[in-house]
């Protein structure tokens, strides 16, 4: 029998036609708002395009590189590894504050730049998107796992370099953890929090999840080679420093953070939704280290249990265990709802746990073998 084809009705046209039109015309405001942007920075003599470099990851021989081209940014040094030796500034006023994290958003984004590449993965040239994004494939020869820095630079002579994560061929496990509620306290689902937390709170008074500095280190450093983490998030990539610098802070695992253009596009009038980001990363990753298998961490706050249990049904050979923490404030409902799904993958096979602390999370991968037992001490 021959499938059956969708019916679009009349109204479900005119919905599909509105949704281009208003996309359409988002996307023309925002290069009007653009332009004026673009003047008052060249009055402030912040005009002159800047590379924004983000972490990458690949194989010993296929990378990923990303950045992100933009006017009105100071300089960007690479991001650091490890806990920064610079002095604790001192504390800021709220205005201060506010007004750092809002030129975090008040840039303009060079479209068709050209950026050369550099060793080890170049010398290649390749341009940035209408969003000023660089996302590069590359193939290379062969190049040897850990930690490497790529140069990128624009005609200009600006240069800037990107970390890159090539993952060590012989890992067998990769963690994959969301970032808001997960390890870094927001209240994402709390609108009025998220904004407090996000734009006027200094990095350094941002507030990690009790224990989950040290599970993910035990996490990475169990036997073997290291195993890397990836950050999953719907943060914007104007946020990419801001959370890096936290993560350094915070002696997290140092890791590619995966995060969402915000603003009209051609997936939507804001930013692409949770489900289709995280499942299409998620994915995406399964398919570029095809020796890895996943280890998901997130939170009840938003889709992360159901997007993580639609992976798991998915994938059930790759991904090893779920991990959902629940958040402080959640309904009663959304407890037992979350708890009913953890108990259906676990039934199919994959074990899906929503937890209340690190602990727990360490308690169970120690019987599973992903860390070692003595490292639940440390973390409780």
Known sequence: ??????????????RVQLRKVLVRAAMIVE??????VL?????????????????GHGTTRKVRVGARVVYGRPEVAAPAVGIPSAAKPTRRSRRAILRSSIARFLTVEVPGAMVQVGEPLGPRRVRTDRDGYLDAVLDVDVITPGWHEVPLELKDGARASAQVLVVDPESEIGIVSDVDDTILETGISRGMEFIRATL?????????????????????EAAGPPRPVFYLSTSPWNLHEMLLEFIALRRFPLGPLLLTDWGPSKSGLFRIG??????????????????????LIGDSGQADPEIYATLAREHPDRITAVYIRRTRHALRSRV????????EVSAAGVPMLAVDDSTQIAAHAATIGLLHPDAVAEIS
Request: charged residues 25%; without cysteine.
């Open 1 to 14: 029998m021959a499938p059956r084809r969708a019916v679009l009705y009349p109204h479900d046209v005119v």
């Open 31 to 36: 290069d009007i708002v653009q332009e004026g």
């Open 39 to 55: 003047l008052a920075l060249r009055v402030r003599g912040r005009h002159h395009p800047m590379v924004v470099p983000f972490i």
């Open 200 to 220: 006027l709170t200094e990095t350094r008074d941002r507030t990690p999840l009790p224990g989950a500095a040290a599970l993910y280190r035990a996490l990475v």
């Open 274 to 295: 949770a489900q289709e980001h995280k499942l299409g990363v998620v994915r995406r990753l399964l398919g570029e280290h095809p020796r890895l298998s996943l280890v």
């Open 336 to 343: 037992l709802e979350v708890d009913a799904l953890a108990a």
